[in-house]
């Protein structure tokens, strides 16, 4: 097996909060769920489908096989296509939700009455591929460098900076970034604006205008395999999608100066320095305390209050489950579940749903 201390160090510190090595994720979590809600989900009678970010789509994918078992039938489908996407597909109304990782543009077409709903929050990490450097740090000014393809070889002066007394390789670095429009770049982007202002010049979105001599790939899984696959590469990824490419993982520098891995300490402390807005959009980019990790992202299902009545039920059951029941089982899946002050925020607008 090819070096992958740093995923195998990542993936057992988010799932248990320590620090080790494993070989596989935690196993799947058994969900419960109380007589009545369970008696809502077997009486559902129309299917609902959803589509867009990939950053968590392997939360929904398990999410969705508990829930279709219960209700003894495919009920409910979701198919990753990326943020940008999802969310033209529910503005055209071909979708029943939207999943997306970044918040839509004011000249989008989407539904007067659309309502946020914040699921569960992950890492974006920083994946690389040198077998020689089992551990890498790296600063934002360091990235935004990187990532504009302004250092060329991995023994750049800069990335020494971060890793003193590390030996890095005169090889050269091969940028990887997402290809079709993404919530995960957008938070990328948007961190790297933040905690890099006077460094980061390509701008935040779902789509940037990157370095003719980087290369793009399709959704998060498709950035992992190219890193996978090319020795020197460097990209960003979910971390679900990380570990099961078995990807080296850097420590990213945070606003305090920590140098942090993305457990789900540091992925928690993020999302509890965010101010919430009515809408329950928030922002945990670039948190300003010490143990967060840095590129921690939020993702949401988008809704139309309005819709007919069957819809209405199927998706206000299917909600109350990911917001209730579902959440035991993010950890295990690489994902951190939602504070319980926004959970319960979440969960109040979930009536606003109707026909």
């Not at 129309?46 to 508990?66: E, K, L, R, W």
């Not at 990490?125 to 040198?130: D, E, G, H, R």
């Not at 320095?273 to 010490?290: E, H, K, M, Q």
């Not at 579902?326 to 026909?355: M, T």
Request: net charge negative; aromatic share 6%; hydrophobic share 40%.
């Amino acid at each position: 097996m090819r070096a992958s201390l740093g995923a195998a160090a990542v993936i057992i510190s988010l799932v248990l909060g320590s620090t080790g090595c494993v070989g596989e994720p935690a196993s799947k979590v058994v969900i419960k769920v109380d007589d009545e809600l369970r008696q809502q989900m077997v009486a559902i009678t129309t299917s609902i489908s959803g589509g867009g970010a990939s950053f968590p789509d392997a939360y929904y994918q398990a999410v969705n096989v508990d829930f279709n078992a219960i209700v003894g039938s495919e009920v409910v489908t979701y198919a990753k296509s990326g943020s940008s996407d999802g969310r033209a597909q529910l503005g055209a109304r071909t979708l029943d939700f939207a999943g997306s990782d970044s918040l839509p543009k004011d000249d989008e077409k989407l539904p007067a009455d659309l309502l946020f709903f914040p699921t569960v929050a992950a890492p974006i990490t920083i994946s690389y591929n040198l077998p020689e450097v089992p551990e890498l740090k790296l600063g934002p000014e360091t990235l935004a460098l990187i990532f504009q393809a302004e250092l060329t070889t991995w023994d750049a002066p800069e990335i020494r900076a971060d890793n003193p007394g590390v030996k890095l390789p005169d090889r050269p670095i091969f940028v990887v970034h997402r290809s079709d429009g993404s919530g995960t770049t957008k938070n990328f982007t948007t961190y790297l604006s933040s905690a890099a202002p006077a460094t980061w010049r390509l701008g935040a979105g779902d789509e940037v205008s990157w370095p003719r001599s980087t290369q793009g790939a399709e959704k998060n899984s498709g950035v992992a395999e190219v890193i996978k696959t090319t020795t020197g590469a460097i990209g960003y990824a979910d971390l679900g999608d990380a570990a099961k490419a078995e990807l080296q993982i850097a420590r990213v520098r945070n606003s305090s100066g920590n140098y942090m891995l993305p457990s789900a300490d540091a992925v928690a402390e993020a999302l509890t320095g965010s101010a919430i807005s009515p809408n329950l959009t928030f922002d945990p980019l670039n948190a300003r305390t010490p143990g967060a990790y840095p590129i921690t992202a939020p993702t949401w299902i988008l809704v139309s209050a309005s819709q007919p009545a069957s819809a209405a039920e199927s998706l206000r059951v299917y909600l109350r489950f990911l917001l209730g029941p579902a959440q035991d089982q993010a950890l295990a899946l690489g994902y951190v579940p939602l504070p319980s002050d926004l959970a319960e925020k979440a969960n109040a607008q979930i009536d606003r749903i109707s026909s």
